[in-house]
């Protein structure tokens, strides 16, 4: 998880707004819980939902269940974990800014074209987005 911070920090600062200073202490807390979301999806919530797909009759099979559920919670906390990596890059690139004009425009953006930001990574466009000014 260190070397995954590391590197977002070199990619927030190579391609940010402005020029290279110190990521926000808060930039790094939201890329660590960004990834500890990730983690948390990856091993623990698939044996949870399983259990859960099981008792509930949805999935009866044990093997399908698992299987589901094993697909289902990694992609599933791509959509928390998108925003909160676009809060840590807004915190970046917009020093100053107030927090309920940076929700905002993160939501904006998430709403817009959420299947798109999904399925070929937010990271690009945002910066991308950013370059323009909006």
Not at 71 to 88: D, E, I, N, R, Y
Not at 121 to 128: L, M, P, R, Y
């Amino acid at each position: 998880m260190v070397l995954c911070i590391h590197k977002d920090r070199a990619f927030t600062r190579t391609f940010g707004l402005t020029a290279a200073r110190p990521l926000p202490t808060a930039t790094y807390a939201l890329f660590a819980s960004r990834d500890a979301l990730t983690v948390g999806a990856s091993f623990n919530a698939p044996e949870l939902l399983s259990s859960y797909l099981q008792r509930t009759g949805t999935v009866t099979e044990r093997r399908r269940a698992d299987a589901i559920a094993q697909l289902a919670c990694p992609a599933g906390v791509q959509f928390l974990s998108t925003l909160v990596h676009l809060l840590g890059l807004n915190l970046y690139n917009r020093p100053g800014h107030r927090r309920r004009a940076r929700i905002g425009r993160i939501g904006r953006v998430q709403d817009r074209q959420n299947w798109k930001y999904e399925l070929q990574g937010s990271e690009g466009e945002c910066v991308e987005e950013s370059r323009r000014g909006e």
